[in-house]
């Protein structure tokens, strides 16, 4: 009998799923960065969070490296740059309940163009997989540009479990191949992804 490949597509549509429904209604990056005239040549980032993690809510932020805005269910922040990825995304998910990195190293795949993965990973497709079964206790999904560019990554969620949070990345295709993290997560590796400072792997 043939095996069926798994691709990365399954994987995304496990880890998103929840927040799915709620992101397909909420403004992109795109919607935010087209309404402050004159970012896409100001540089900086720009970007919003849709969560399911208690209460549903959402996050639109954007830092021009002169000037930050934070907004979203009630929430209003505003003045100048803290000057750090980091401290902007930290803001932006203020409402993110309290919760450690999820343990140990995390994993990498590598998946051809079509999103179809290697036989020899399916180890750790399994792994990934039983990691998505544990009771989830949050999503995020983010839709970040910077320096006014569609960001590399097709992916960026939080996912939060009993074990801690994990942070998802899927790449776009690029270079005849795609590239997928699960890693323990926080908001200083987000924002190393957000800054383009990309692991080789976990």
């Known amino acids: 009998m043939t095996r069926t490949p798994r691709t990365v597509h399954t994987v995304t549509t496990k880890i998103l799923k929840p927040v799915r429904a709620a992101a397909a209604g909420s403004a992109t990056a795109l919607d935010l960065m087209e309404s402050l005239p004159g970012f896409p040549g100001s540089g900086g980032v720009c970007g919003v969070a849709v969560a399911m993690a208690g209460e549903p809510w959402t996050s639109a932020f954007f830092d021009d490296r002169s000037t930050f805005g934070i907004s979203g269910d009630g929430v209003r922040l505003s003045g100048p740059s803290p000057g750090s990825v980091a401290e902007l995304l930290r803001q932006a998910l203020a409402r993110l309940p309290a919760l450690p990195p999820a343990a140990g190293e995390g994993l990498y795949l590598d998946a051809d163009e079509r999103g179809v993965l ?85």
Not at 119 to 125: S, Y
Not at 133 to 142: E, Y
Not at 147 to 156: A, C, F, K, N, Y
Not at 168 to 188: D, M
């Open 118 to 202: 290697e036989a020899e990973q399916e180890c750790l497709v399994l792994d990934l997989m039983d990691d998505l079964r544990r009771t989830r206790r949050g999503t995020v999904q983010l839709d970040i540009v910077r320096d006014g560019e569609r960001s590399p990554w097709e992916m960026l969620a939080f996912v939060d479990d009993d074990r801690g949070r994990h942070l998802a990345v899927l790449s776009r295709p690029r270079g005849g191949h795609r590239q997928f993290w699960w890693l323990p997560g926080t908001v200083e590796r987000l924002a190393e992804f957000v800054e383009g400072r990309v692991p080789d792997h976990a």
